[in-house]
């Protein structure tokens, strides 16, 4: 059974930073893409980044291009969004997601979600 464990939200400034990890666990995800996607109060829950495990391919959110940035961590199972220069906009619960479908961007791909871990941008 597929688990996705979150960790590293918190409250911080405008223009601080978090790193958000994803630990993962189950089954092998050399050919998963895993995504982080995040729902604001009253908002839809939207794409932020993706990577696929093997090649290394990556996809982001516009607003998202040049402050986050995705990686993983083969030897622990881990996957991390690192965000900077965070705005209040970003304020939001962010979820780790795993699909074994190639198509990185949409919610509907992902089949496994993680709990959530709340982030909170002050101004």
């Known amino acids: 059974q597929v688990q996705l464990v979150e960790s590293g939200g918190g409250l911080v400034q405008a223009g601080g930073s978090l790193r958000l990890s994803c630990a993962a666990s189950?089954?092998?995800?050399?050919?998963?893409?895993m995504g982080w996607f995040r729902q604001a109060p009253g908002k839809e829950r939207e794409f932020v980044a993706a990577?696929?495990?093997?090649?290394?391919?990556?996809w982001y959110r516009d607003s998202a291009k040049g402050r986050f940035t995705i990686s993983w961590d083969n030897a622990k199972n881990t996957v991390y969004l690192q965000m900077n220069s965070l705005k209040p906009e970003d304020t939001a619960v962010y979820y780790c997601a795993a699909s074994s479908s190639r198509i990185a961007t949409f919610r509907s791909s992902y089949p496994y979600w993680g709990q959530g871990t709340q982030v909170t941008v002050s101004s």
């Open positions: 990577i696929r495990w093997s090649g290394g391919n990556t």
């Open positions: 189950g089954r092998t995800f050399s050919n998963y893409t």
